[in-house]
């Protein structure tokens, strides 16, 4: 009896330390919409070049739910291509955020007012996303496309303001060089949509992208930062290879993701039965060899 009894506590413990490594980790995730939640900050450069919004999210990022703002802003280009990436603005649609550049003025008319890379041989129009605190971006929405919807995404965890790290970059500034990692930046990937080679007219079908999970060509994972970058795709960034197709998309929103486990509260249980199996384990193998030793 006290051999059973023991054989089934060990069984126990066993399985309870099974499954506090097999057990996955609960994720959680934030989400920004870029609409309603989102207001235009009021400063000198409201309705103009170089304006910001300010958006609440919903959620929690690991496991918080504070730190769930974020500041949007845009950059373009102007009338000369070698003045690099300067400051635009940033407009709210129903379909999202598109970009008004200083070489297009305010308004524009479609598909210009969208985030794009028309004309080649300018930088692309790029939004920024400052978060109150670091995320790990895990997918990205467009509310509105034309042509086609490739884009870069990359993080930066560098010192300064968009000033600083942005203004002046031309369109073949390799992002993903020795020289830009080593000063903070994070190329995470071109992504690309299914139809690469066939360009289409104006949609506002909801496109969903997961990106910073590794899964494309050259692509990073997992990567945490709380500046991130979201731009109408360019080659030159970090020799990407999508398609040549112009690229016109507004950005409805994205959604973060938990990139470590989620730590419980610390329980005895668990450690406790895998210590115990372990020692019951002993105990058996004991009983076991003195018994041998008096028959």
Known sequence: MFKTMMRKLAVTALTGSVFLVLAPAAQAAATWTFGSSCAQVNDSSKDNFGNSYRCAGAGNINGSTSGLGLTAYAWSRTTTA???????????YGGGF?????AEGIPVGQ????????PSGYVPDVIVLKFDTAIALDTI????SQS????TVMAYNGAGTPD???????????FNSAAAVANGWALVENSGDAAPDTAYGASSSIINRTVNNGE????????????WIISAYNSGYGDGSLDSLLDYVKLLGVAS???TPTTPNPTPEPGSLALAGIALLGVLGTRRKLLKQKS
């Open 257 to 259: 993701k938990d990139v």
């Open 216 to 227: 494309a060509a050259g692509a990073k994972k997992n990567v945490t930062s709380s500046w």
């Open 82 to 92: 070698s003045q690099g990436l300067q400051t635009a603005n940033l407009a709210l």
């Open 141 to 144: 929405k467009f509310g509105w």
């Open 111 to 118: 598909p210009e007012h969208a985030m794009d890379n028309n």
């Open 148 to 151: 086609d919807a490739d884009v």
């Open 98 to 102: 598109g970009v008004q550049s200083q």
């Open 164 to 174: 600083a790290f942005l203004k002046g970059k031309t369109d073949t500034y390799n």
